[in-house]
DNA sequence: AGTTTTATGTAACACTTGTTACTGCGAGCC
DNA sequence: GGCTCGCAGTAACAAGTGTTACATAAAACT
């Protein structure tokens, strides 16, 4: 564990803090497609990201899915913050996009840690100012850009995560993402295929030139 | 001043952190309509809000508007302690929506606080908690919900937050906050005011049973 | 009063997106 | 092989929203 910290966050942590990390958090590797925090769930722990991406979604009552943005390696969860603190629900829900590595941080620290020590303030002021302007982008993608354009954003931002320029999803998977149908991702899909821009093939997609 | 603080922040500011505040504060009164702060730009200090309110937008490249959410009393400004932490510009726009009193606080005590009160980091954490919040539900509105939902979202909070059931905008003003054009709008109020739930009138709309 | 400006009402139409229905294809299973 | 099941392709249509154009009415101005 000391090694993954220490090179995912040596940086930027002090070296007291980093002590402090080891001492009380706990190393843990989620495969891909695990749930790691539902919405309405209290939370006791925040994780720090060494590798791999979080998925963070959010629903609405009939059950209809968004993606919101991915965690990488160095973010945290604010919202796991703002939960643990007011003791308040979470809002969000969190799935492992790919296999990842992360240590959990037990809550109960994050107060004695903000505190003390000022590396630890401003990643946690950073993680905020992040995620705000990831939220930014969500909102921007929704209201001012069709869905043409927003499933192209999509497969590059989800190609980037990935590492890979073949996305391993159906049709239906992206349109939960995007929350539309279907039949909407298949014909904007077949469209760039026309284009010369993705491959499509079944259970996945190539990206050619985007 | 003093009052005004005392009023506003009493309850969760310690007694310390108000002397501080009266300190380096200057309080400041702003007339409905005045902008408060425009994107790109830095930022100096934070604000306070004692009364009143501050409607948030945000900006397409064509200059096409989108509302996020209003700050109230008891409210600051978190893109402003994001910002100026890392030395990032403004994401966001800000404009008065009625004549409103602050206090505005110099950035460098931020850090400052942050390490001496603990009832100044909560402030901040819970300022962060729910202006995420409200981002979430700006999400929602625009994903999950159809403009004549949206619409009646957006007269309700407004004539919550201006404390009056009279909206005092055009049309146009309406459709510009919600990123749509003036004839949706048109269209979209006149079916409530056929269903007896609006009256409208010209510049202003009166809501009657929402 | 007459003119101009601005706000609103409304119709007609185009475009994007969502829905339904049906097709065929491919993979896995018996 | 024959069967089932899930995925993708496509057409036809519905609904919502955006656009253009024009008419009318209220307010502001001269």
Known sequence: MIQELTEGYGHIFEKALINDIIQVGTFKEIPAGHKMMEIGEFVKSMPLL???????????????????????????????????????????RAIAEVDSKLIMVPIAK???????????????FESYHNRINEL???????????????????????????????????????????????VVISRLLKKLEQMGKIELHRNYLEIIDL
């Open 50 to 92: 060494i590798s791999g991406a979080i998925k963070v979604l959010r629903e609405d009552q009939d059950g209809d899915e968004l993606l919101l943005y991915y965690l990488e390696k160095g973010d945290t969860c604010s919202m796991t913050m703002a939960c643990c603190m007011g003791q308040h629900r979470s809002q969000i």
């Open 110 to 124: 994050m107060e004695e840690w903000t505190s003390k020590y000022k590396s630890w303030r401003n990643f946690i």
């Open 136 to 182: 930014l982008s969500t909102i921007d993608s929704i209201a001012f850009y069709q869905m043409d354009e927003r499933l192209i954003q999509y497969l590059k931002e989800k190609a980037r995560v990935n590492k890979e320029n073949i996305i391993k999803n159906t049709h239906q998977e992206i349109a939960y993402d995007l929350h539309t149908s279907r």
